[in-house]
């Protein structure tokens, strides 16, 4: 396993371990599902290379645990946090598998696919030409949480993916971006984005 | 394990099982977060009784996908059915995991709660009293999604908790009901469940 090769020990915050594992595990179903769906080799290579991060993760967190557990007490206290890390893992594995469908060329069924557009009307990937309004603005500007019910999960900028974009991330002209949530809000910000729509409601 | 006992074998659209396995799967990492969060042993339950479940269900299609299988092409393409469902198989796992951290009176560390509740700003528990406005209504006439762009996942009824309730489910007083969805509506939601606001804006 080359993660006992690479992984080199830091002390970092169990509690930062814990939500970054929370976080990506969760993002990587979605990026699964919608590598399966738009058949998209670089998008489900993205998800492999964050199941390794997440395998890291979990490494360094058993070993923080450990260093942090004194006595049995301690241990037993602590039991949940590696349950939950473990819980990560392995919901970031499942979203390997199915990235793997994609990179291996075993083929996504039409009954995969099928049930991955029936469920997600919640996922849209859209590309953002030159005339859109949201080009040269960031991700906070357009607040779409609170806006939408929207998020905005990754962004294909050139041959790279930025996965769960920061706030002040800005949105450039030929991005491509992914994003979950209310189907309505969803079909609005794919109109948006792709310039069919020239305003943003409040 | 009891699986091998229980199952009979009935034949079930394979595009039926997968996507109960998936719609399942992922309520029930939702489910076992509120578990946790709300330190509840009866959801706790039946995260993992639905794991049970949706054992079953994987059950059933393994044995689907190979009567399907005529010959190695077939096999072939139904292969990635059967990792979509193994996937999916994993994920009600990991919830279950988590699950087990309250039946067990593992101990939910303040670490792990902490960070549930961070992410979990998608989630709330409300108790309908019966001054509530959404008393008598169906879950299709609150027409939560577009609204607020929330689900209803669950709704605790006495002592039994109706997973994943329908269109034509009813609210009855003294519910108690786990959403999910966008942080304001969530809110406004809660304020209306609770009978503190007593109308709801379109």
């Not at 930062?16 to 990026?31: A, F, T, V």
């Not at 349950?83 to 996504?108: E, H, L």
């Not at 696919?113 to 849209?124: D, T």
């Not at 949105?171 to 020239?198: M, N, T, V, Y």
Request: glycine content about 6%; proline content about 4%; hydrophobic content about 45%.
């Amino acid at each position: 396993m080359p993660l006992f090769e690479k992984v080199e020990y830091r002390p970092v915050p169990v509690r930062d371990l814990l939500l970054e594992m929370k976080n990506l595990s969760e993002l990587m179903i979605d990026l699964a599902y919608s590598a399966a769906l738009f058949n998209d080799r670089e998008l489900a290579e993205e998800v492999l290379e964050l199941e390794k991060q997440v395998d890291n993760l979990a490494y360094l967190l058993h070993i923080m645990n450990m260093i942090a557990a004194r006595d049995a007490r301690d241990a037993e206290s602590l039991v949940g946090v590696s349950i939950v890390a473990s819980a990560a893992d392995k919901i970031s594995d499942a979203a390997a598998d199915i990235a793997a469908i994609v990179t291996r060329n075993i083929g996504v069924h039409s009954l995969v696919s099928e049930i991955f557009e029936r469920v997600e009307k919640r996922l849209i990937r859209a590309k953002v030409p030159e005339k859109s309004i949201i080009v040269g603005k960031t991700i906070g500007e357009l607040n779409l949480p609170p806006r939408m019910g929207i998020d905005i999960l990754a962004i294909l900028r050139g041959k790279n993916w930025i996965i769960n974009p920061k706030e002040d991330e800005k949105i450039h002209a030929g991005d491509i971006l992914i994003a979950r949530g209310a189907p309505e809000g969803l079909k609005e910000f794919k109109e948006i984005c792709e310039g069919i729509r020239g305003k943003m409601e409040d």
